[in-house]
């Protein structure tokens, strides 16, 4: 969670001033509340548009990307960020594309995304110390790359990204390691491979060679335009897309090089269209703590505390152990119908008690479990549960606990809460 403040604070605070810069967007899960912050930044009449409808699309857009970030489904989340930038160029929207490409990971992205917001003459000054800071910061971990083309105007690919018309040169952030550069112009293509290291400034001149071409991927097309002289390239490497000119706003996200990640579009009329919940990439371990509502009149009530671990997305085990007038320990299984924001469920297990009986003999009423639940995701991390369960115990007839037959049937419903890494 310390991380997510940290990744996520500069976003938060470069909104309004009102907003305190501590708490990211994905913690305020007041919908009227961030409403009023995605608001401010679509509405900022200092960033100019054309169509009318861009604002509101933008908010929607946003708003979205907030809800996806919140349940870690990056991805989504970052193809809402950069659809909601190819309709309102806000440079305040270009600092959650940034938090986002950490979160991911992604610092070379990410660095390259804040320098394109230090430069936007959009830009104002209240933020600009701060993300130089964490520019420089970001600088140290990975290699400023400037490649300079010849001839003038041919296209560059790095790293089995798109192809970038570029005129003399291209600067952008990289990684530490190997990488692979391509040079294309017409129907010769020609490729060098650098290593970089941290904190490194590199400046390379890459030229089509004499030798044969190495084999397009297709037919280079005939540029339009001119291509510009400077190239500051933002997001062209990867799993990010941009349209043919490097320095423009529009970029695309595809999750496995194969199919690009849909954004969640308002319709022409700027009603958003019905959306389908997108759930995190994997579910993960977590630790319960339940509140059991036993059925036996002694027994009562039992708290219960232990894990839950996903051997897949779907199919998980349970281990508890349990206290109310006796120790208890439970062995269980779930099986998840949906792993998205409901997950509805149904269950298996074994529970156990452990007890001295009125002849003073020890006993472990060993017994099965069948129910039925509901876990509610409130983010990436919390949830809520409820489980309706019938139990039946095996091996304690006519046994007394204080004066009492242990009941060996019983309904006892659960409700809990899991913290999930």
Not at 44 to 72: C, F, H, I, N, Y
Not at 76 to 91: H, K, T, V
Not at 109 to 120: E, I, K
Not at 291 to 305: C, E, K, S, T, V
């Amino acid at each position: 969670m310390i991380r997510k403040l940290v990744v996520f604070s500069i976003a938060a605070a470069s909104i309004v001033r009102a907003q305190p810069a501590d708490v990211p967007l994905t913690e305020i899960h007041d919908d009227a509340k961030l409403a009023e912050i995605l608001t401010a930044i679509t509405q900022d009449p200092a960033v100019k548009v054309d169509d009318p409808k861009a604002r509101s699309a933008a908010t929607a857009l946003m708003t979205e990307g907030v809800k996806r970030l919140q349940v870690e489904a990056y991805d989504e989340a970052l193809a809402d960020f950069l659809a909601a930038y190819n309709r309102l160029p806000s440079p305040k929207i270009l600092l959650d594309i940034a938090s986002t490409l950490r979160e991911m990971g992604r610092l070379a992205d990410a660095a390259n995304t804040y320098q394109r917001y230090l430069t936007d003459p959009a830009t104002g000054a209240e933020r600009v110390a701060e993300v130089k800071k964490l520019l420089l910061a970001l600088d140290e971990q990975l290699t400023i790359l400037t490649v300079r083309v010849q001839p003038h105007g041919s296209e560059l690919s790095i790293d089995a990204g798109p192809f970038v018309p570029v005129g003399s040169w291209l600067q952008t952030r990289v990684r530490p390691g190997p990488h692979a550069i391509r040079i294309r112009k017409a129907a010769a293509v020609s490729e060098q491979d650098l290593n970089s290291f941290e904190g490194e400034t590199k400046d390379i001149t890459i030229a089509l060679q004499d030798e044969a071409p190495i084999a397009a991927p297709s037919p280079a097309p005939t540029p339009a335009t001119k291509p510009p002289e400077q190239v500051n390239g933002w997001l062209i490497q990867g799993r990010t897309y941009g349209a043919a000119d490097g320095n423009s706003r529009e970029r695309h996200v595809k999750a496995d090089y194969s199919h690009e990640v849909a954004a969640y579009v308002p319709d022409e009329t700027a009603q958003l269209v019905a959306a389908t919940y997108i759930a995190p990439e994997h579910v993960t371990p977590g630790a319960v703590g339940q509140i059991r509502i036993d059925g036996n009149h002694w027994r009562g009530f039992a708290l219960g505390l232990g894990i839950v671990y996903p051997v897949t997305d779907s199919f998980h085990i349970e281990i508890e152990g349990m206290k109310s007038n006796v120790w208890g320990a439970y062995l269980g299984a779930r099986y998840l119908f949906l792993t998205g924001f409901l997950r509805p469920y149904a269950a298996v297990g074994l529970p156990l008690f452990f007890f001295t009986d009125d002849m003073n003999d020890n006993q472990v009423a060993v017994g099965g479990r069948l129910a039925g639940g509901l876990e509610l995701v409130i983010n990436g991390h919390f949830s809520i549960e409820g489980e309706l369960g019938i139990e039946h115990y095996f091996n304690v007839a006519n046994v007394l606990y204080k004066g009492q037959t242990f009941e060996q049937t019983a309904f006892a419903p659960t409700v809990g809460v899991i913290g999930r890494l």
